[in-house]
Nanobody, 128 residues
Framework: QVQLVESGGGLVQAGGSLRVSCSASGSYFSSYAMGWFRQAPGKEREFVAAISWSGSTKYYSDSVKGRFTISRDNAKNTVYLQMNSLKPEDTAVYYC?????????????????????WGQGTQVTVSS
């Protein structure tokens, strides 16, 4: 069982930056692919970014590419999402997720169904 705890959310003005973190329990974090998803009110959960177990492969949604950066520190069992140039449409609850199987999804980011473990989420609100 893997427990994920997100932190770092908050309120920021448009154009600002925020870094959210996800700390994982257990001894096998370094072997898991990790992802960030978000869900805005009234909308479905959507993919934001993902990173392979080694950190060598990263995926981003088109809506955040060039603004957000995913990274991980396996020594600290933590994955990060650095968010720059934030827009009001980035407002959502941000969830991290773990994929212990490192599913291969045809060279593209895997969908939410490939992730087995989820955190409780952290709210990010961007004011205009």
């Amino acid at each position: 069982q893997v427990q994920l705890v997100e932190s770092g959310g908050g309120l920021v003005q448009a154009g600002g930056s925020l870094r959210v973190s996800c700390s994982a329990s257990g001894s096998y974090f370094s072997s898991y692919a990790m992802g960030w998803f978000r869900q805005a009110p009234g909308k479905e959960r959507e993919f934001v970014a993902a990173i392979s177990w080694s950190g060598s492969t990263k995926y981003y949604s088109d809506s955040v590419k060039g603004r957000f950066t995913i990274s991980r520190d396996n020594a600290k069992n933590t994955v990060y999402l650095q968010m720059n140039s934030l827009k009001p449409e980035d407002t959502a609850v941000y969830y991290c997720a773990a994929d212990p199987e490192n599913a291969y999804c045809g060279g593209r980011a895997c969908g939410a169904h490939e992730y087995d473990y989820w955190g409780q989420g952290t709210q990010v609100t961007v004011s205009s």
